[in-house]
């Protein structure tokens, strides 16, 4: 089955899942108890203001005419409005969305700048000390917090040490943002040849990225070691072997062609969390993504935010997902696409 | 592809090169292997007996504090000093095993069991099942793991069982995934061929010949999984939400203990956390030695 | 402060932008040297600042902001205390828009003579109109600040009367004990531009309040220059106002996590750092370069009982719980000595509040009497919500769980968050939770008005007592330093506390937390700052 088509057919089949998970989050946030208008009104409020405010907010109407405002919402491009920020609730996702994609996308170069060749060194070799703490990091990695992985970098390289920049933000924050043309600091200062505003950025994004990289990175070398080490023990591996091929290329050549696989789908899956699932690291350091926008939102009963955040890193994950899944083939051609 | 009928000269390579010490110290390499899986079931074994007998190995009442010793650091009565309610942390980490194991042990059962389950349907069959299942897992994996458990905590009666198979759903497609990726490779290669030219039927051929060789990334992706369910639950404690107060458990007990570590009381945080490495390598070292043994 | 870039002039960002609020751009300042900007305040914030209509309450934070860029009529005026730090006096209200008023024998009349010349940052007049048109607007909208409103006399827009361009009469429908105080708060009493408002209606917004969500024309000493979302908002001097400060420019950064806000704060990359942890406050007291000043505030914190069910309907065991609860460990490990015991229904530190009807104290021999007069079901255990996030209402939870527990009286607590608790507060379906409360107005007839009358929305206990809530309603009215007001509020307080109507935990202190050389920080009883009194030396 050639790549379009397969792509075709994946492509289509996005619309199906994102109204699934649409719908989904819809339902359940309806059904979490607690009650908007109150939030919103605080504590000097009375029962008609709380009845009429009801009203004006569309939660007096029953779920299914609620439902039903909501997809053709959506189908007009229109995710409703977050009564916390007052702001059309796509507007305040696009504005945080560069952020999040920035600190996502960094986060994962590094990961597997430092996991992939952790987890090779750890399977190829046995003794050294790159293989040995390769196979530490991968065992340690995944089992440390990253809100306290953040708090104790914070304290101590900026906190103690005075390297890192305060985490107030994105930038130093008597510095002018550069003019917005993708929203990302970084290209946006690059593009407009602003070295100042480059220089800033990037630090107050190190901390963050470095926690973040951290937990990533380790499972991802945790499963290139599992798989490098499945596939190195393979009978066309020894095959090779045995024909005199070079072991840096049996490696690199073939081993890890094959034993990528499961990492690709693991990379796939944690872009989906970087992405959206980063709110803890967005709080420490202070970083207005779209994640923390949410949970924000969640814990306030304002739910429209949620739904559309749940949508857009729908979009997101299924877009990176089917490059994964395209990888696939790249990978192995034995697979087969059913 | 090789055919099968290469018999694998393992113990007997020419001089490999440096840095394939797999071949050369293949028995070498057998003992390590075997000496790091040891020391896993016996760190795995020793949490088990900690959670067992915790009452009697913790000095104090893991839910009852002196408030006039609060936040007290580490001295000879408290080993691992004491919490923002003046609890001893030791006690509590002791105790908190007790949570911990079992979030870790129900989180796995839970979303191995079912994600195995629909992998397996879903890549041996194939065609229209697959694509049905996939989409459904795609839609649950694409929710960020934080704002379904957030939901589920808020709807759903917040009960330690609610929590577990709130952060467990986030598992399932993982190994929905990885099994029917395994399943592609597994099922056209010759055994699985040769199983089916045989007249095995299909449900066999699935767990008895396809699933023990798609299990090595299974049992890496549970042990990682299961620290990643103590830290999620850990998250939702920093966000204020999630395990009840005065519940032991390790994640909670991190999140509790963060906000100090910038006033300087570090041992709050970090004991639990120390707890949490060790289980974990615990289990990943059994995990690893496990599947080591299932390759052959 | 950072020096690793160099600073430049703030301009218009595309991003999230305010228009139409700037008058010209020769106003800028230009940071031109650091020794220039000496006057920028930074300020590290908890959350984003929401919504612009001052109309709701959206917590200090945003009330923060409210207070610069929306001027009021009056304002409670500053005096010092014993160590020369400043808090409201609230005998003396100052005139801020009006520079004199009259009120009337029988106090349902108040004239409010403006200033003349005053403007909005538009240019233009901010006159009796202006003032009238604004008042009509938060009525209109039915939040809280129409409530606040409506607690304090003026129901409806058609009371209030313009005399002239410069006076305006208000005619109360009820004299009310705290006389102008509530003109001074940013709910009901923010001045805003309701004819440039409703210039921006449209047909999906028929009311302009959507676009007053995100922009607005200022009326107080700041104006918006630059606010983008999720992350920080600055602010530079209002050109057309009448109270001047010496502050060039605000910075408010958005840092939400209440570590990181402390350190950024003990470094010196802030210099004012908003809602600073409890626990952290005896630690910063001892930082050098830090300065907290902690004042008493009306904030309390009552734990509450339903009246609808046995047992807790019954004396015996409301007075079991009342010496069951442990005050003192309370006020150390969970307020961390910042808080008073608190000893009535109403709040502390404000005028009205008597402390003689509470005899409880932490005593569990006589708590263990009260209780044996009680019949207790078996397996009786209560499930008690609890705020996510809300270190007082956890802490307290938990510490009050071991207490009980040594009486035998099972609590299972549930976290849930703040929306949940409250809404089922609201529907009177909690058996037992702590809740708090201040009372933007310093007055116990106004917070006997929110939460003990038989309508008020936050009694959630269900607590009906006829005499005690006509007692209430009627001191309400009265002038604050009549004997009869006295004596009704303390006849209420006395069958109020009696019956341990409420079981009284601690008042909180409010805790300015900033550098060394920020000066001028006055407190004000709604515990929301006011930064454009701050300096720098």
């Known amino acids: ?338 | 592809m090789a055919t099968a009928q290469i018999s694998i000269p393992v113990l007997r390579s020419p001089a490999p090169p440096t840095g394939f010490a797999k071949q050369q110290a293949t028995v070498r390499r057998a003992s390590a292997g075997q000496r790091l899986f040891r020391l896993g079931v016996c760190i795995t074994l020793c949490w088990l007996g900690v959670a067992l007998f915790a009452p009697w190995i913790a000095p104090y009442n893991p839910l009852q504090g002196d408030p006039t010793l609060a936040k007290g650091g580490i001295a000879l009565a408290h080993l691992c000093g004491l919490d923002k309610y003046g609890r001893d942390i030791f006690s509590r980490v002791v105790h908190g095993s007790r949570y911990d194991l079992f979030i870790a042990v129900t989180v796995v059962a839970f979303s191995l069991v079912v994600g195995t389950l629909l992998g397996s349907i879903s890549g041996f069959l194939g065609g229209k099942m697959d694509n049905l299942i996939m989409r459904v897992m795609d839609m649950v994996l694409a929710f960020p793991s934080f704002v379904l458990a957030l939901v589920c905590v808020a709807v759903f009666p917040p009960t330690l069982m609610t929590l577990v198979i709130a952060l467990s759903i986030r598992f399932v497609p993982m190994y929905a995934r990885l099994i029917r990726g395994e399943m592609f490779v597994e099922k056209v290669k010759e055994y699985a061929v040769a199983a089916r030219a045989l007249g095995s039927s299909q449900g066999r051929l699935v767990f008895r010949h396809l699933l023990p060789n798609s299990l090595t990334p299974l049992i890496t992706q549970s042990t990682t999984n299961i620290s990643w369910a103590i830290l999620n639950a850990a998250g939702l404690s920093y966000l204020g939400v999630g395990l009840q107060p005065p519940t032991p458990e390790w994640g909670v007990m991190i999140s509790e203990g963060s906000p100090f570590i910038v006033s300087g009381q570090w041992w709050m945080s970090f004991f639990p956390g120390a707890a949490l490495i060790l289980l974990t390598t615990g289990f990943t070292l059994l995990g690893d030695g496990l599947s080591a043994r299932t390759e052959r | 402060m950072s020096t690793a870039v160099t600073r430049r002039q703030f301009a218009f960002q595309t991003l999230g932008v305010i228009g139409g609020t700037m008058v010209a751009g020769d106003i800028l300042p230009l940071l031109a040297e650091a020794a220039k900007h000496k006057q920028v305040l930074r300020v590290a914030v908890d959350r984003d600042f929401e919504t612009l209509r001052p109309d709701f309450s959206a917590g200090y934070t945003n009330n923060m902001l409210k207070r610069l860029i929306y001027t009021t009529p009056v304002l409670w005026a500053a005096k010092p205390r014993a160590d020369g730090t400043l808090t409201y006096d609230p005998d003396t209200i100052e005139g801020r828009l009006v520079i004199a008023y009259k009120v009337s024998e029988d106090r349902q009349t108040i004239e409010f003579t403006l200033r003349s010349n005053a403007k909005f940052a538009n240019g233009d007049p901010m006159d009796a109109p202006a003032l009238k048109d604004s008042y009509a607007m938060h009525i209109a909208n039915r939040g809280p600040g129409a409530s606040q409103l409506k607690v304090s006399g003026l129901p409806s827009a058609d009371r209030i009367t313009v005399l002239d361009a410069v006076t305006l009469r208000l005619s109360l429908d009820r004299p009310v004990a705290w006389g102008l105080s509530n003109h001074g708060l940013h709910n009901g009493g923010s001045v805003v531009h309701a004819k440039e408002i409703l210039k921006h209606a449209t047909p999906d917004d028929p009311t302009g309040l959507k676009w007053l969500e995100t922009r607005t024309v200022e009326s107080g000493p700041f104006i918006i220059e630059n606010w983008q979302k999720g992350a920080m908002m600055s602010l530079v001097p209002n050109p057309h106002s009448f109270e001047p400060s010496q502050l060039e420019r605000i910075i408010l950064q958005i840092v939400p996590d209440p570590s990181t806000r402390r350190i950024v704060l003990e470094r010196g990359d802030v210099d004012f750092a908003m809602q600073i942890s409890t626990k952290d406050i005896p630690d910063l007291t001892r930082v050098s370069g830090v300065k907290v000043t902690s004042y008493p505030s009306a904030r309390g914190w009552w734990l509450g009982m339903t009246w609808n069910k046995a047992p807790f309907n019954n004396i015996h065991f409301r007075r079991a719980m009342a010496w069951a609860i442990p005050y003192e460990t309370l006020l150390q490990v969970v307020a961390h000595g910042m808080a008073q015991r608190l000893r009535s229904c109403v709040s502390k530190n404000i005028s009205g509040y008597m402390e003689e009807f509470w005899p409880y104290e932490t005593n569990l021999e006589k708590a263990r009497e009260e209780l044996a007069q009680v019949q207790i079901p078996d397996g009786f255990a209560v499930t008690v919500p609890v705020s996510a996030g809300d270190a007082f209402d956890e802490e307290s939870m938990v510490l009050i769980k071991e207490s009980l527990a040594l009486l035998g009286i099972k609590l299972t607590l549930q976290k849930m968050s703040i929306g949940q608790k409250r809404s089922l507060l609201v529907k009177k379906q909690v058996d037992m939770a702590i809740y708090d409360f201040r009372p933007f107005v310093p007055d116990v007839g106004y917070y006997i008005y929110w939460n003990w009358l038989p309508d008020s929305l936050n009694n959630y206990w269900g607590y009906a007592n006829a005499e005690a809530q006509a007692l209430g309603n009627e001191a309400i009215t009265m002038a604050v330093d009549a004997p009869e007001r006295h004596a009704r509020l303390r006849r209420f307080q006395e069958i109020i506390n009696g019956e341990v109507g409420t079981i009284p935990l601690f008042s909180e202190f409010d805790n300015a937390v900033m550098r060394a050389p920020v000066q001028g920080y006055v407190s004000y009883p709604d515990g929301v700052a006011f930064l454009a009194k701050l300096r720098l030396e």
């Open chain 1, 1 to 338: 089955m050639g790549f379009s088509s397969h792509a075709a057919r994946r492509l289509m089949l996005i619309v199906p899942t994102l109204l699934g998970g649409s719908s989904l989050i819809f339902v359940l946030t309806m059904l979490i108890p607690g009650d908007p208008a109150l939030m919103r009104l605080g504590n000097f409020a009375t029962a008609e203001q709380l009845q009429s405010l009801r009203q004006e907010m569309g939660l007096t109407k029953p779920p299914y005419e609620r439902y039903v405002i909501y997809l053709s919402g959506l189908l007009r491009g229109d995710m409703g409005r977050s009564w916390r920020t007052g702001n059309l609730v796509l507007e305040d996702l696009l504005a945080r969305l560069p952020m999040s994609l920035e600190l996502g996308f960094c986060s994962m170069l590094l990961a597997i700048a430092v996991g992939i060749p952790a987890g090779v060194q750890g399977a190829a070799h046995n003794d050294g000390l790159v293989a040995y703490g390769g196979k530490v990091y991968g065992i340690l990695g995944v089992a440390m917090p990253i809100f306290w992985g953040g708090l104790v970098l914070v304290y101590v390289f900026y906190f103690k040490l005075g390297i890192a920049p305060p985490p107030t933000g994105r930038i130093d924050m008597l510095v002018v943002p550069p003019r917005h043309i993708t929203g990302s600091y970084l290209l946006d200062s690059l593009l407009t040849g602003d070295l100042d505003v480059l220089v800033s950025s990037a630090a107050h994004l190190v901390l963050p990225v470095i926690t973040l990289a951290f937990v990533t990175g380790a499972s991802i070398a945790r499963m290139t070691y599992t798989s490098m080490r499945k596939v190195l023990a393979s009978q066309f591996i020894l095959v090779g072997h045995a024909y005199g091929v070079s072991p840096r290329a049996i490696i690199y050549k073939f081993a890890l062609k094959n034993a990528l696989m499961p990492v690709v789908t693991l990379i796939g899956l944690q872009v989906g969390f970087l992405i959206g699932g980063v709110v803890l690291v967005e709080m420490v350091f202070s970083l207005p993504g779209i994640g923390r926008y949410a949970v924000e939102s969640l814990l306030v009963n304002d739910f429209a935010p949620v739904q559309g955040f749940v949508l857009l890193v729908l979009v997101v994950y299924l877009l990176v997902n089917l490059v994964v899944d395209l990888l696939y083939s790249v990978l192995n051609p034995q697979v087969r696409h059913g």
